[in-house]
């Protein structure tokens, strides 16, 4: 389909094209789901819809001479002016930096900063947890922790059928990876002590309950790799060079203008 395609006509020969619906839906849908959106037909009937409505209704604003009007005037001032300074903004973003040198630079503030990439100690564990509300809420634990203790002991199955968890119960109570800091103090302690794969915690009592842990892996600390983050670091330098290219430019145009200050105290003054 050709980018000017009619996608629907109107009243009074109104057309709306495809390169219109793109404009409109990149004025309302963010870049994320701008793509999946427009491949659902009922989405690009609503965007194409909405442009010919709004076509519709400024063509009668104009039979009705609305245009003329010193208000409505100064609106269409400012949008033709926000629109034109965008698009000047736009060619002063040019075609980005380059990947070569932006990757470079990565590097060198990767290498610079070391501890900006640090990565603390991590344990990855599964729980049982018994809401101490439970009757013979301790008991339970009690029995809960000698079956994991059985040799061919399965944990997972354990939490899954009878953790008061729900959220990690249906993955086995497994938790993932948490870093000191994340959780209950007792039970963070009791998480770090298990030295390898496999120990079990004694009971652990917390404000939530009783808990069984299992350590399931552990994570020294060390650092990202840079391939790990190059990406996003290559992306977050791109858009300061963007916003330094930018602030470079209004600040040169902000040299020549010469603001009234007693003027804009006295409008400000009225609105008081």
Do not use: W
């Not at 999946?36 to 104009?62: G, Y």
């Amino acid at each position: 389909m050709a980018a000017a395609a009619a996608l629907g006509t109107g009243p009074d020969g109104i057309v709306v094209t495809a390169d219109e619906v793109l404009s409109e839906a990149a004025q309302r849908l963010p870049p994320d789901v701008r793509a999946t959106a427009l491949e659902e037909p009922r989405n690009v009937a609503t965007l194409a819809n909405d442009i010919a409505t709004k076509r519709a209704l400024a063509a009668e604003a104009e039979k009705l001479q609305l245009d003329k009007d010193p208000s409505v005037a100064l609106q269409l001032r400012l949008a033709r002016e926000r629109v034109l300074a965008e698009a000047r903004l736009a060619r002063i973003d040019g075609q980005g930096p380059d990947r070569a040198a932006l990757e470079k630079a990565a590097l060198a503030e990767y290498r610079a900063d070391p501890q900006k990439f640090a990565t603390p100690e991590q344990v990855r564990v599964r729980h049982i947890l018994v809401d101490q509300r439970r009757c013979d809420a301790e008991g339970l634990i009690g029995r809960l922790l000698e079956q994991a203790r059985a040799p061919g002991a399965d944990f997972g199955a354990l939490a899954r059928d009878n953790s008061d968890d729900p959220a990690s119960a249906k993955r086995g109570g497994d938790l993932g990876f948490i870093g000191r800091g994340k959780m209950d103090r007792e039970f963070e302690k009791a998480a770090f002590a298990l030295a390898s794969p496999g120990d079990l915690s004694g009971v652990v009592r917390t404000s939530s309950g009783f808990h069984v842990i299992r350590l399931e892996e552990r994570k020294p600390a060390g650092r990202e790799p840079f391939e790990k983050v190059r990406d996003s670091m290559v992306e977050d330098l791109a858009s300061r060079e963007i916003r330094n290219r930018r602030r470079l430019a209004t600040e040169a145009i902000a040299k020549g203008i010469q603001l009234d200050q007693e003027a804009i105290s006295a409008f400000a003054k009225q609105r008081r």
